[in-house]
């Protein structure tokens, strides 16, 4: 039997109806376990139990979190407004703006520059908002 055991027995005995006895194997217990080099930790010390509390979750979501740091940097490029006049668009398509659709024959703007052609279309709404990075 192991030192272990036996200790966990006397610790049981000790808990003894018989007052005797009960105290002769708690002495006995401490002896063995102060003898043996023994401590009596915590159970939550125990690594298996710590990968359950909420601590060690908490501890996993901390290290995951440099990589949403990893997101792009936002756009902090110098904007221009886009010179823009409202139509009807001539088919449904997505805003440039907000990136929600717009219907065919609804009031949208388009870009008054040839060269800002490409920049698409945005609902009439969005006009105010519609700015492009500025070329370097
Ligand atoms: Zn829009």
Redesign the pocket.
Known sequence: MSSIDRIEKLIALAGSANEHEARSAAYLACKLIRDGGYRVVAKAADPWDEAFTASAWTAYATRAEPQARRRPAPDTRPRRRVPCEIGSAKRSGL?A????P?EEGSDVAFPMLASDANLGV??A??RTRWTVPIDP
Do not use: I, M, N, P
């Open positions: 805003c703006v907000c990136a929600e717009f945005v609902h709404d969005c």
